[in-house]
């Protein structure tokens, strides 16, 4: 329980307890042996572990298991080239006092850029943290930086009960008397490790959604293990630990210049080698026995710049002979000399490799942090209601790298659980999310997609959109009120399933009243409404609409039916690897992929249109963007967030182009209907992309990035528009002041200056006339994208951010954001054929009117942005859509 919001008297008492023997867990926590707060924080926990003897007991840290002498022989007890001892036999009560001093070393420079950073995001760091919200640090270690964070929530007088997760009691002690008096943040200690610390975090906080829940994990501490480790571990502790709106805090260092980091693992002065050194004196304790002789070995440092990592071994000087006796027998382990015995890795990222590692962990990137010398990343990740996995090929290269440099066996990722051919997985792999089974075709959503996708859509209905008061809203015209679209997707799918007779014995039939309403939706000729193709006729009183409550039931009816359809079908490739290859089941996979997509397109439908509306609300258990923190703090006049303004508030300068020679491109991709039933996993595909075709191309030049809210802005500046014509996608905060929509609210353009605009096909070619340039055709745009190999900016998709995010001039932008118009008309091409499926998806408008897009938008599935045949259409007039553009000229 927090404190009283009254006067409390401040306090230096901490608590510890230890957790490193779960049978304990149900101890009631005795009484501390340092001063208690005024107000104990855990007066409404009743079973807890108990306080630790006194630090002057022999056993004070957590290395008191007897199976670690076991784990430490059998690491020793292998083969030439493939021996290892435990990372975390270098951090005893030696080791951490050790480490401490290396910190405070310049050339170890992780620590002082960690601390420059927070220094200068400790308050919005503070932000972030609520009214009894809990923080738990891994690895605590001095708390020096944790200091700074601390000092900022007691400034803004919120009440936290802090968590220093650590090995060693004395230093808990140590480091927790040192932070000083707190009135408003409770200190307790933890003694154990990361295994011991995450089911003791699970059993007390996971399942209270109210408890919001920090976790530290500092000092490039996740640097030391491997990628795939490090995912694993993070994707553990957000499925146990966290709830949606938890955040993780985490220190990731840079691939900086190898010398740099080199000297920062073994600097002048020796202390990181006897710090390595000290692990073996440890070993000697934790055995009982003297079974390793520092004086035999030296310590190996180097850093290997292709892998992003820094290796320490122990070198052996000679040969020898370790030896331990037991009591039943003498173990006898070899050692070769120069023979290298891994100790410790500490790997270093760049910004793609920490957002596969996020990704793979299922958490989204809030905010990165930089230090001044732009040579280390805070990184504050968020768990989100939903998350749809982005870029699975990359992320799966990161996780899985194909060719390394291997010191010795174990300075590689490790490869047991996959087939480097196949990347397919066992069962038992944690990250199957990511890699997927060998069970399930990539070519078919699998049920944790369909899952994630339902929680998005009810994210979107039930806390963007307010169901209750917004139900009959019609924010534009040529659209249905919103109701519509919460029965179309069930009543689409209704009718698809029963007509294709897709799915498992006794579903029934459809339910006709709810799927005639609800069939489709309509996009009326802007130049002459009256002109429209077929679609549903829907009730023009608000009375005569199904009621909510009886749309969801209608829903979760829908939902049943495909969840136990793909349950069934999971079953069914346990037990038949070809389960794909039976009679007539390609065509109900595509079924239920064109159920996926179509949902897919119609979330980003409900949200282009809830910007229009001014009751849009934003999304729950979704943190505000630093923009809107901001805002909130007083914008451009806030002393915490004043730089975000100033650093954003003009426009970028021209944007580089790049020179795309004439060429053939290929469009489309080649998926037959009429080839449903041969069994081919060729990837489902729309009507329009295929069959697979050639285009020639010209020479041109093109812009790297779209064009921003700052270049449109001044455009019409330029062109005396701004107060007679700018893009729906804006709106008046005041008479002074305009705003790009989010569901966060109007974000001020100040700080969306560098956003890409989203406006109309007609404002972007006025735009690119104005200039002198012109918007690319579809062929253009995909050679351009096809050709450029150089830096590119990470795709904002799938709602990676909920709104579009800057691009510079530094990186190309080739993916994100919004979608791009292209000069190119949807019409019919050599080899078209209307699906079979949905016949009137794409030749309703073949009507010269609607313009290609391409790509896709903070709000589109990377499923549909990361394909790259997918072609998207609008009418050229229609401003709603996030979408923008980018310019080019012909090469002369």
């Known amino acids: 329980m927090c404190q009283s919001a009254g006067a409390v008297s401040p306090s230096t008492g901490y608590e510890i307890l230890d957790i490193r023997t779960p049978e304990k867990g149900t101890i009631r926590l005795q009484k501390s042996h340092k001063p208690t707060m005024a107000v104990s924080s ?39 080239h493939c021996k290892s001892i435990p990372t975390y036999v270098l951090y005893d009560t030696r080791g951490l006092q050790l480490f401490d001093q290396i910190t405070h070393l310049d050339e ?47 400034r803004k007088k919120i009440h936290v009960t802090y968590y220093a997760l650590d090995l060693d009691q004395h230093e808990l002690e140590r480091s927790l008397a040192s932070l000083g008096e707190f009135t408003y943040v409770d200190l307790v200690g933890l003694l154990g490790t990361y295994d011991q610390g995450i089911p003791w975090l699970s059993q007390r906080f996971a399942s209270n959604t109210k408890t919001h829940k920090i976790v530290l994990w500092l000092g490039s501490s996740i640097g030391n293990q491997t990628r795939k480790e490090s ?9 146990t630990c966290l709830q949606p709106g938890d955040l993780c805090v985490i220190g990731f260092d840079k691939r900086n210049d190898a010398n740099k980091i080199e000297a920062a693992y073994d600097d002048s002065l020796g202390v990181t080698r006897e710090f390595i050194m000290n692990g073996l004196d440890h070993v000697n304790v934790i055995m009982g026995q003297p079974l390793l002789d520092r004086s035999l070995f030296d310590y190996d440092s180097r850093y290997q710049v292709k892998e992003g990592r820094h290796l320490s071994h122990y070198r052996a000087k000679q ?58 990343r805070l990184v504050v990740a968020e768990c989100r209601p939903f998350l749809f996995h982005r870029d699975k090929r990359g992320t799966i290269d990161t996780l899985f790298p194909t ?35 060998k069970d399930w075709p990539e070519i078919v959503p699998s049920l944790n997609e369909w899952q994630q996708l339902w929680c998005s859509w009810d994210v979107v209905t039930q806390s963007v ?63 002459d409404p009256t002109k429209c193709h077929d679609h549903s006729v829907v009730p023009t009183r608000n009375e005569d609409w199904p009621s909510i409550e009886s749309i969801r039931v209608y829903q ?38 064109l159920l996926f997509e179509h949902e897919v397109m119609h979330l980003e439908t409900l949200l282009y249109m809830l910007m229009q509306s001014p009751n849009v609300r934003p999304p729950q258990d979704v943190s505000p963007p630093a923009w809107k923190m901001a805002v909130n703090d007083g914008g451009k006049d806030s002393k915490v967030y004043g730089k975000l303004v100033k650093a954003h508030d003009r426009c970028l300068d021209a944007s580089p182009t790049f020179t795309v020679s004439a060429g053939t491109v290929k469009l489309g991709h080649d998926d037959d209907e009429d080839r449903d039933d041969c069994g081919d996993q060729v990837q489902f595909g729309w009507d329009n992309e295929r069959p697979a075709r050639q285009a020639h191309v010209g020479s041109f030049k093109i812009q790297q990035r779209p064009v921003t809210n700052g270049e449109y802005f001044a455009y019409l500046q330029a062109s005396d528009k701004i107060n007679s014509s700018f893009p729906s996608s804006w709106a008046r905060i005041d008479s002074e002041t305009i705003g790009v ?25 006025q735009y690119a006339n104005h200039y002198g340039m012109r918007l690319p055709t579809e062929p253009e745009f995909l050679l351009f994208r096809d050709t450029y190999k150089g830096k590119t900016k990470i795709p904002n998709i799938g709602f990676k951010n909920w709104h579009p995010t800057e691009v510079d001039n530094t990186q190309a932008s080739i993916l994100g954001d919004v979608w791009e118009w292209t000069a190119t008309f949807l019409e019919r091409h050599p080899g078209y054929k209307p699906s079979v499926l949905y016949p009137g998806y794409s030749q309703d408008f073949f009507d010269g009117k609607h313009r290609v897009v391409l790509g896709g938008s903070w709000a589109t599935h990377p499923r549909l942005a990361e394909r790259s045949t997918v072609r998207n259409w609008y009418q050229s007039g229609y401003p709603y859509v996030f979408a923008g553009f980018r310019c080019c000229t012909s090469s002369t």
Not at 344 to 362: F, M, R, V, W
Not at 415 to 421: P, R, S, T, W, Y
Request: proline share 6%.
């Open 319 to 376: 040969d020898m002979v370790l030896t331990y006796e037991k009591p039943n027998e003498t173990v006898r382990i070899p050692v070769q000399k120069d023979e290298l015995i891994h100790v410790e890795h500490s790997y270093k990222y760049s910004l793609k490799e920490l957002t596969s590692i996020l990704n793979a962990a299922e958490l989204d990137i809030l905010e990165t942090w930089t230090d001044s010398k732009d040579s280390y």
């Open 465 to 527: 959109l307010d169901p209750y008061t917004m139900t009959f809203e019609r924010p534009i015209d040529l659209r249905h009120p919103f109701i519509f679209y919460l029965g179309h997707i069930p009543g689409f799918a209704d009718i698809q399933l029963f007509k294709h007779g897709v799915g498992v014995q006794g579903d029934g039939e459809v339910l006709a009243p709810f799927a005639t309403m609800f069939e489709r939706g309509m996009d009326p000729d802007m130049d």
């Open 556 to 593: 979760e009816t829908i939902r049943n039916r495909i969840q136990r359809l793909l349950l069934q079908w999971e079953a069914e490739g346990y037990d038949a690897s070809e389960w794909m290859t039976l009679p007539g089941r390609r065509r109900q996979c595509r079924v239920l992929w």
């Open 741 to 765: 929509r989010t569901v966060f609210g109007l974000c001020p353009l100040a700080y969306a200056m560098h956003w890409p605009v989203q406006v109309s096909y007609n404002e972007a070619e």
């Open 403 to 437: 060719s390394e440099e291997l010191l010795c066996h174990h300075c590689g990722s490790t490869n047991d659980d996959i087939d480097m051919e196949t990347k397919s997985v066992s069962a038992t792999c944690s990250l199957v999310n990511i890699t997927g089974s």
């Open 108 to 154: 170890y420079y992780l620590t002082n850029a960690e601390m420059d950073i927070l220094v200068e995001r400790a308050d919005q760091l503070a932000d972030r943290v609520r009214e009894g919200s809990i923080l738990i640090e891994l690895g605590s270690g001095s708390l020096r930086k944790t200091l700074i964070t601390l000092q900022a929530i007691e």
């Open 42 to 80: 855990f007066s409404d926990i009743t079973g807890r572990p108990p306080s630790p003897p006194p630090s002057t007991d022999p056993s004070v840290d957590a290395f008191n298991n007897a199976d670690l002498g076991n784990t430490i022989l059998d690491c020793l007890n292998q083969p030439p």
């Open 231 to 239: 995912a694993k571990f993070l994707h553990r502790l957000q499925r």
